[in-house]
């Protein structure tokens, strides 16, 4: 079937002048395909199915809005943790204010030097697990960045990390427009935590792909922010081993418009794979998006996806979410919540909650709830001397705690709920 006219003249208008990165040719190869596979699907628009909720034109144009700069009064966040920092400045690797990139456990390389090279571990993952995960449900900006990314790290985990890794975004230029692709393998019984903080450019497309082998563990926990201005479109594609253990969650403040896409496939028996993420935005033009995708393909796994959205002045909080339980994938444990807490009558929460399951011993379930503050909660604590304000603020607070909660390093979550209750404060 033809594509439809405005799928066929956004792509052409995207794709025209395009030059694809030259490399070695294992990666040329790849990255023609990515680009075919662009020109078959066309890139999304408002009319596809999931991107009903999200209107994607801001993503695709040829060229994008310009972003203000913001100025972040707060700080850099995990500056007390002993961490490896790799820096982007607007999609490129800054050599001079990143750290070494040697450390026990790790092998980290810049992509730009990984794809020049003949033989190379990355050719086994980079764009492959983004190709499998176009199936069932097409992405497009998702093989858009696998042929045009001009940037990023690979990296290999041979064993326990000795520190977290810390990719550092930085925006400095109002009309960058950064692609910026990440690989990481982690190795049977190999752990490694991997922190993504700024917000990288005007628009930014980020991809990250996973394997975690069996018995190995991988945590990653992000923030976006704060930029007011920023567009940004980020795709997490993973493949979990046996035994093995993924965990993500992402903090997300302000953006004009923030569309996350996780695609899990658990491949490996008695495996685990979270993914949670909070967001707070403030302003007709805050738009967010979490679209996740969850594939049970093996014995005894269990899957948590937990989401949850504070909303005010006529924000738009989106949570598009399925679990897919394939035939044979018994005794699966499959959860997913999405809320949304609305501050006022002009803002929105769009929910899919979806379930598709072929195995019959298994325990999944799906629930999405909208609502305001709870008046009972605000009196009992006004009555008790709290200022209306502050009572708010901790009822808040305590509505995106389980979704914090899924952060296993306590440190780090406590640094992001003194960032959410420094937002909520000024947003007061």
């Known amino acids: 079937m033809a594509l439809a006219k405005l799928k066929v003249e956004t792509t052409d208008a995207r794709l025209s002048g395009v030059v694809v990165p030259d490399g070695a040719a294992w990666s040329n190869a790849v990255r023609a395909d990515a680009l075919s596979r662009v020109r078959q699907m066309g890139l999304p628009t408002k009319r596809d199915e999931y991107w009903k909720y999200t209107d994607p034109a801001s993503l695709t144009?040829?060229?994008p809005s310009s972003a203000a700069l913001f100025v972040n009064d707060e700080g850099p966040l995990f500056e007390a943790v002993d961490r490896v920092r790799i820096v982007f400045v607007d999609g490129v690797f800054d050599a001079g204010a990143s750290d070494d990139l040697t450390a026990e456990g790790v092998e980290i390389e810049r992509l730009a030097d990984a794809i020049q090279t003949d033989i190379h571990w990355a050719k086994d993952l980079y764009g492959v697990l983004e190709t499998r995960?176009?199936?069932?449900?097409?992405?497009?900006?998702?093989?858009?960045?696998?042929?045009?990314?001009?940037?990023?790290v690979v990296i290999r985990v041979t064993g326990k990390a000795a520190k977290p890794i810390n990719f550092i975004y930085l925006h400095k230029?109002?009309?960058s427009d950064a692609m910026l692709h990440n690989v990481v393998k982690v190795e049977a019984g190999a752990e490694v935590t991997i922190l993504e903080t700024g917000p990288a450019a005007a628009r930014f497309s980020k991809m990250l792909e996973v394997e975690v082998a069996d018995g190995a563990t991988f945590h990653h926990v992000r923030a976006q922010g704060r930029d007011h201005e920023r567009r940004a479109v980020t795709h997490c594609f993973a493949r979990i081993g046996a035994n093995a253990t993924f965990k993500s969650f992402t903090l997300t403040f302000n953006g004009v418009l923030t569309r996350n896409e996780c695609i899990l496939e658990i491949v490996g028996d008695d495996s685990v794979a979270h993914v949670a993420g909070a967001c707070v935005g403030d302003g007709k033009d805050f738009h967010h998006d979490d679209t996740v995708f969850v594939t049970h393909d093996s014995l005894n796994c269990e899957s948590r996806q937990v989401f949850k959205k504070v909303l005010r002045n006529g924000a738009t909080g989106v949570f598009q979410g399925k679990i897919l339980v394939k035939a044979g994938a018994q005794?699966?444990?499959?959860?997913?919540?999405?809320?949304?807490?609305?501050?006022?009558?002009?803002?929105?929460?769009?929910?899919?909650?979806?379930?598709?399951?072929?195995?019959?011993?298994?325990?999944?379930s799906h629930g999405?709830?909208?609502?305001?503050?709870?008046?009972?909660a605000l009196f009992y604590l006004r009555s008790r001397g709290v200022p209306h304000d502050e009572a708010r603020n901790l009822l808040t607070l305590s509505f995106l705690a389980e979704s914090l909660e899924e952060i296993d390093d306590a440190g780090l979550a406590e640094e992001l709920r003194d960032r959410l209750e420094a937002w909520l404060a000024r947003h007061s």
């Open 173 to 175: 230029d109002e009309n």
């Open 331 to 364: 005794k699966t444990d499959g959860y997913q919540i999405s809320q949304s807490l609305l501050l006022d009558e002009d803002s929105q929460f769009l929910a899919k909650p979806e379930l598709e399951i072929y195995a019959d011993d298994v325990a999944c």
């Open 61 to 63: 144009t040829a060229e």
């Open 368 to 376: 999405s709830t909208s609502g305001a503050i709870d008046e009972t």
């Open 133 to 152: 995960g176009q199936t069932p449900v097409e992405r497009p900006l998702a093989a858009l960045n696998t042929a045009l990314a001009t940037d990023g």
